[in-house]
């Protein structure tokens, strides 16, 4: 976001003002997509998988056992918030728009690994944790086995992006020139393939600017940066099937229809038309 705020100032969207329209359209396209997602799917008392893993005993019913909160649980959650609060400090303090660090010596994504580094220290140090249970963590094994997906699909798709980048500009190139809210689109597909919104927004965004696409459908379009659900393998998506011991959260058959890719889909159409229509009145 901050890359994008960096192309667009000259245009006069500003950090501030790209975070103005762009926070609450997207909360509002979240909180829409889960009231609709909430009729989708089956109740639990109606789903195989988790009535064979409720009779297996590998889960059980909410409300029968309670969960037993443990010494400092509170206290690193507070310091993770801190953490991110701190990392938004920082980024809009060395932002171009607010200038309050004129000549950072971390920039914004270096900052991110030392704060939240720092963070997970003071967590060990503070909060009574058994750090030789961590690799043991269900969560640490999601996690590290979606790094090593996501490794594989995203050093694949930079690498075929970067082979053929000239032909990716110039094909969307020629559908801007013609079609300017085909930026959606094609920021969808690219971030699909690239796994990453800082480096889709930047192999595509500064020449769809310079084809004459204007701030308005940029900032709208920019919510399409998000599409690393179409492919099952990014982290926080395995992460989410692995803690969710009911078994209702996961990968189907044919790979694509998992869980994620509806709510997904939904949730960046309505941020992209929330986007347009506050965009329109605002720039």
Same mark, same amino acid.
């Given at each position: ?8 100032? &000259? ?33 639990? %008392? ?23 909160? %443990? ?32 000549? &950072? ?8 690994? $030392? ?16 750090? !030789? ?12 086995? !979606? ?51 800082? !480096? ?14 204007? /701030? $308005? ?14 492919? /099952? ?25 998992? !869980?994620?890719?509806? /709510? ?20």
């Amino acid at each position: 976001m901050v890359f994008v705020a960096s192309i667009l100032e &000259p245009k006069g969207v500003s950090y501030l003002l790209l975070l103005g329209i762009c926070i609450p359209t997207t909360l509002c396209a979240v909180l829409l997509t889960a009231v609709v997602t909430n009729f989708l799917g089956k109740e639990l %008392k109606d789903d195989e998988i988790y009535q064979a893993r409720l009779a297996k005993g590998e889960t059980v019913l909410r409300g029968v056992s309670q969960l037993e909160i %443990k010494t400092g649980a509170r206290r690193s959650v507070l310091l993770f918030l801190v953490g991110i609060v701190a990392v938004m400090l920082y980024a809009t303090a060395i932002s171009d728009t607010v200038g309050l660090i004129a000549k &950072p010596i971390l920039s914004r994504n270096e900052a991110i690994v $030392v704060f939240m580094l720092t963070v997970a220290t003071l967590i060990c140090i503070t909060c009574k944790l058994d750090t !030789a249970k961590i690799l043991s963590a269900s969560t640490f094994k999601s996690g590290m086995s !979606a790094c090593i997906c996501v490794m594989g699909v995203a050093w694949l798709g930079d690498t075929f992006v970067k082979a053929h980048i000239g032909e990716i500009q110039g094909t969307a190139g020629a559908l801007l020139q013609n079609y300017p809210w085909m930026l959606v689109v094609i920021l969808f597909f690219a971030s699909t393939l690239l796994y990453s919104q800082a !480096a889709t927004a930047k192999a595509l965004m500064p020449a769809a600017l310079l084809l004459g696409v204007t /701030p $308005v459908t940029a900032v709208s379009s920019f919510a399409a940066v998000s599409a690393l659900f179409v492919l /099952p393998t990014y982290p926080t998506l395995l992460a989410a099937v692995e803690m969710d011991d009911t078994g209702s959260t996961r990968i189907g058959k044919y790979i694509f229809n998992h !869980a994620f890719l509806v /709510p997904g889909v939904l949730a960046i159409t309505l941020s992209v038309i929330f986007g347009f229509i506050l965009g329109n009145l605002v720039l």
